[in-house]
């Protein structure tokens, strides 16, 4: 099945610079790619995602790139925010499976 | 608004005795499904339902139920809690139609079993 990498386990970055993380996944066919936000006590919240057919998307501070070749897509969050500050899960959709696979989450702290 | 419900929120319960975690939705979308979430471990997948009545394990199901006896509800069931069921469980639903993906979360039930 598939398997959904993320790293780093957490990252730490002062506010107003850019926060990366990337995840790595095993199945070629996957086609959906999407990313949870979860803020503490709370469920986990999409907030962006990408398919297949696509390189890259966008919304506002957050950005989403795919590389199929190398099987892998990351999350970009500019000019963080301390209410960026969260547990953030990728995910990944094989083609003609229902169920999502995913990582094991990053932790992501912005040090105001 | 577009809502997963889940009830109880918080759940304190003793081995053996047998729990219910509701889960409703209010968008009438055929898929839904239960995970738990432990530390290190990311999100895992309990059982899942495409529709009323059709029901499919997860990676995680041993130990639990599920029922889908209306579009709306998928409630959890331990019929025999364990210490290692302790978890915070979320219920999703996934938007219906062709190439629709997009799934959304509850809020979560923090479960205990002592």
């Known amino acids: 099945g598939e398997n959904v990498e993320q790293h780093p386990s957490t990252l730490s970055v002062q506010e107003g610079d850019s926060a990366v993380i990337k995840c790595t996944y095993s199945?070629?066919?996957?086609?959906?790619f999407p990313w949870y936000k979860q803020e503490l006590g709370k469920g986990p919240q999409l907030i962006i995602d990408?398919?297949?057919?696509?390189g890259e998307k966008k919304d506002q501070r957050i950005a989403v790139t795919l590389n199929k070749t190398a099987k892998h897509f990351s999350l970009h969050i500019t000019e963080t925010q301390p209410e960026d500050s969260a547990v953030y899960f990728c995910?990944?959709?094989?083609?003609?499976?229902?169920?999502?696979?995913f990582g094991k989450g990053n932790q992501v702290v912005v040090i105001p | 608004e577009a809502q997963v419900t889940q009830n109880p929120r918080y759940l304190i319960t003793v081995t053996g005795k047998k729990l219910t975690v509701t889960c409703s939705q209010n968008?009438?979308?055929?898929?839904m499904s239960w995970y738990r979430q432990d530390p290190g471990l990311g999100l895992r997948q309990i059982y899942y339902s495409m529709n009323v009545e059709v029901t499919d394990k997860g990676d995680v199901p041993e130990g639990y139920k599920v029922s889908r006896k209306e579009k709306r509800n998928f409630p959890l069931i331990l019929e025999s809690p364990s210490p290692n069921q302790t978890s915070l469980y979320f219920c999703a639903r996934r938007t219906s139609g062709f190439g629709a993906y997009e799934q959304y979360f509850g809020p979560g039930t923090r479960l205990t079993v002592t």
């Open positions: 995910a990944a959709r094989p083609y003609g499976n229902n169920r999502l696979a």
């Open positions: 199945d070629s066919a996957s086609n959906y």
């Open positions: 968008m009438n979308h055929e898929y």
């Open positions: 990408i398919r297949s057919n696509v």
